[in-house]
């Protein structure tokens, strides 16, 4: 719930921003640089800095829709993202290896200041391993778990190495074979077809991201 309540507040606050940018307020602009000396006395004008929104590279930690949590990067091509999650868990007693990675691609469609609206894709695959001892010997069985992800992402930049963001959308996703390996709710669910929308782990994530360059 404490999930679901932060994620509303991060997409009513870029909608309210949309909202005040429709109306034709114009955006906050620095003002331009006075170049002439100043005057003995004269104080000096601070000029208030906003955070740089043009990022290149960060790594931070996140989860996806589907309940995929860990490592996070995140690559900018001009207005296109590149995002991708990464988790892995191996000699564990039950189950032996568990391995999971997603990659997606946003759109920044809206910039209102320092926060990013950004509607994307994504596809995400888990994979685990069980074990078990039968007479004769130990047995392997798999779990696949596939992914579609289709969320609505809003980052907020917080100065110029730090951001923070969230996602709402919906899910579509196959267990291919075992049960589900995407996150804790999805396990014990048998092999089949899924969409999910209100899911506790599909109603947002949250996640940060310290920017390298």
Same mark, same amino acid.
């Not at 778990?145 to 730090?162: H, M, S, W």
């Given at each position: 719930?404490?999930?679901?309540?932060?994620?509303?507040?991060?997409?009513?606050?870029?909608?309210?921003?949309?909202?005040?940018?429709?109306?034709?307020?114009?955006?906050?602009?620095?003002?331009?640089?006075?170049?002439?000396?100043?005057?003995?006395?004269?104080?000096?004008?601070?000029?208030?800095?906003?955070?740089?929104?043009?990022?290149?590279?960060?790594?931070?930690?996140?989860?996806?829709?589907?309940?995929?949590?860990?490592?996070?990067?995140?690559?900018?091509?001009?207005?296109?993202?590149?995002?991708?999650?990464?988790?892995?868990?191996?000699?564990?007693?039950?189950?032996?290896?568990?391995?999971?990675?997603?990659?997606?691609?946003?759109?920044?469609?809206?910039?209102?200041?320092?926060?990013?609206?950004?509607?994307?894709?994504?596809?995400? =695959? $888990?994979?685990?391993? *069980?074990?078990?001892?039968?007479?004769? +010997?130990?047995?392997?069985? !798999?779990?696949?778990? %596939? /992914?579609?992800?289709?969320?609505?992402?809003?980052?907020?930049?917080?100065?110029?190495?730090?951001?923070?963001?969230?996602? =709402? $959308?919906?899910?579509? *996703?196959?267990?291919?074979?075992?049960? +589900?390996?995407?996150?804790? !709710?999805?396990?014990? %669910? /048998?092999?089949?077809?899924?969409?999910?929308?209100?899911?506790?782990?599909?109603?947002?994530?949250?996640?940060?991201?310290?920017?390298?360059?």
């Amino acid at each position: 719930m404490r999930k679901m309540l932060i994620c509303v507040v991060l997409l009513a606050s870029a909608a309210a921003l949309a909202q005040e940018e429709e109306r034709g307020s114009a955006p906050r602009r620095p003002p331009p640089e006075d170049k002439r000396p100043p005057l003995p006395g004269e104080p000096a004008v601070a000029v208030e800095a906003e955070p740089e929104v043009h990022k290149l590279f960060g790594v931070g930690a996140g989860g996806t829709m589907s309940g995929l949590r860990g490592i996070e990067a995140e690559i900018y091509l001009a207005d296109v993202m590149i995002d991708g999650h990464f988790a892995l868990s191996l000699f564990n007693q039950d189950p032996k290896a568990t391995f999971g990675a997603a990659v997606g691609v946003f759109y920044r469609l809206k910039l209102f200041r320092f926060v990013a609206l950004m509607p994307g894709a994504r596809f995400a =695959l $888990g994979y685990r391993t *069980t074990s078990g001892y039968v007479p004769g +010997g130990e047995i392997v069985a !798999s779990s696949v778990q %596939v /992914a579609i992800e289709t969320p609505l992402r809003v980052e907020i930049y917080l100065g110029d190495l730090f951001s923070v963001h969230a996602e =709402l $959308g919906p899910v579509f *996703t196959f267990i291919t074979q075992g049960t +589900g390996t995407l996150g804790q !709710s999805w396990a014990g %669910v /048998a092999k089949g077809v899924y969409i999910e929308a209100t899911h506790t782990d599909l109603i947002g994530t949250l996640g940060f991201t310290v920017f390298l360059k």
